[in-house]
């Protein structure tokens, strides 16, 4: 292919993971997590499709709340996005595919768009490229191909699409007889014996202007709300933040709903990437590395007479003894304790804590900002611990607090500290590991990182307040109030 018909990979970046809890969560969710190899879910969907031959830069449509996150993982991979497109909240695959869609229509009206979820592993990723390149003539000709995945078992978890007759002239193309709710088990056991089910991965390749057009026929209300959002849509640094108004006038629904379960444009290219969408502790389970007592585990964890189970901890040592399929998954600030069999259910572990106002339903010990991150160590009455790490050339605001005074020790790189009583008075001194300061209540003060490798430091804050609102900012790099 061209480099002027190039394709444009479209990630649609939303999605909670509330069956990942505590792991995935809603400041954080599954496809910023490392759950399958080193890469995050999108950084391993980003560099799926990152061969300059046949894709284009991507279009990332991802949450507001996530933008930094997104900024800063596709950074890490030297992958520079053709857009970020910020929704201020989620209304499912359909509306964000179509912003996508008149988005790249903008300048290249019949160019080939891959939606594709975030939060996929594929272990074959040269398979889907190979499927993509079988689906591409077809999606030119003015079809929607979604990607069907050959099915290894019976399994209950997905929707499956049944696929028709290979379309003339188009090898390896099939048209779509029907779509299919996941089916109980009996039901997913004939899908496996009959031979034309496949699996439905929720990707798909087609032209921009063909999925602009079939939307706009069969769900006119996200075509309007997809127009009216991005003529609102405001620039924000890397960022495109769009109209927060005219996008929730768009119907939640997904893409299958939407459209490919009613439009006559629908085709499957039937194939076998090793795919899943990860979806619960069962998923990572079945995708790890057992050891001989069918144990996966990854992280701090010792494992004695113990079997069949899930372990993995991002936090605190995990020691089991005498125990047998479980899910035990520890973070830094929870624990989960499940039978396995229960895995799907996780979720209503997390509607709990939302009803008891617990902030680990959805909050993340690791906070991310446009300069770096920080991560709480400890709290108490009047007082917080926390881990500081400032990106290279990265610069917190310049403010004051109210309520609190902080302490700074330097663990890590050399630091640029301004500070004093008030904007007029201030000085600046660069610290390095293990050198300390102080900042006292009222003292306007910045942190900062001048140099080419990471800064992080311990800061430790006492007062009759800690949160996050008490700051009073008078001078931001990256615009904010």
Not at 160 to 179: T, W
Request: hydrophobic share 40%; glycine share 8%.
């Amino acid at each position: 292919m061209s480099a002027g018909n190039r394709i444009v990979p479209v990630i649609l970046c939303g999605g909670a993971g509330t069956r990942l809890w505590p792991l995935s969560r809603a400041q954080y969710p599954k496809q910023f997590l490392s759950l399958v190899g080193d890469a995050s879910m999108l950084q391993a969907t980003a560099q799926r499709v990152a061969d300059p031959t046949r894709f284009a830069p991507p279009v990332v449509v991802a949450n507001v709340e996530h933008r930094f996150l997104v900024a800063e993982q596709l950074r890490a991979i030297d992958i520079q996005p053709r857009a970020i497109l910020l929704e201020a909240e989620g209304r499912n695959s359909a509306p964000a595919a179509t912003l996508a869609a008149h988005r790249v229509m903008a300048d290249e009206p019949a160019t080939l768009i891959l939606l594709l979820a975030a939060d996929h592993a594929m272990s074959r990723p040269g398979a889907f490229v190979d499927a993509i390149d079988l689906a591409s003539p077809a999606a030119l000709a003015g079809r929607i191909v979604t990607f069907g995945i050959r099915p290894d078992r019976p399994e209950t978890g997905y929707g499956y699409i049944r696929a028709g007759d290979e379309l003339p002239d188009l090898p390896g193309v099939h048209s779509v007889d029907r779509f299919v709710e996941k089916p109980d088990a009996p039901t997913a056991s004939r899908y496996l014996a009959d031979g034309r089910y496949v699996w439905n991965s929720g990707n798909f390749l087609t032209r921009a202007d063909t999925l602009a057009g079939e939307v706009d026929r069969l769900a006119p209300a996200i075509g309007a709300a997809a127009r009216a959002t991005l003529a609102g849509t405001v620039r924000d640094l890397d960022y495109e933040r769009l109209d927060p108004e005219a996008f929730a006038q768009a119907p939640a629904i997904s893409l299958d709903y939407a459209v490919m379960e009613k439009t006559d444009r629908a085709a499957v290219v039937p194939c076998d990437p090793e795919w899943s969408d990860v979806g619960s502790f069962a998923t990572l389970r079945a995708l790890g590395g057992r050891d001989a007592a069918g144990n996966v585990a990854s992280g701090d964890t010792v494992a004695i007479d113990t079997r069949d189970c899930l372990i993995r901890s991002t936090g605190p040592l995990v020691a089991t003894l005498g125990v047998a399929d479980l899910v035990i998954v520890a973070t830094p600030d929870a624990v989960l304790i499940a039978d396995a069999a229960r895995a799907q259910d996780v979720k209503t572990v997390v509607d709990r804590l939302r009803v008891d106002g617990r902030t680990e339903a959805d909050g993340h010990p690791e906070v991310h900002r446009p300069w770096g991150s920080y991560s709480t160590l400890d709290r108490g009455p009047g007082f917080q611990v926390k881990q500081i790490r400032v990106h290279p050339g990265g610069r917190l605001s310049l403010q004051s607090h109210r309520h609190r005074a902080e302490h700074w020790v330097v663990i890590e790189g050399t630091a640029r500290v301004t500070r004093g009583p008030n904007r007029e008075t201030l000085e600046t001194v660069d610290l390095g590991k293990n050198r300390s300061i102080d900042i006292p209540l009222g003292w306007v003060h910045r942190l900062e990182n001048p140099t080419d490798a990471p800064v992080a430091i311990i800061e430790v804050q006492s007062g009759g307040y800690l949160g996050e609102d008490d700051i009073e900012r008078y001078d931001d790099a990256y615009g904010r109030g």
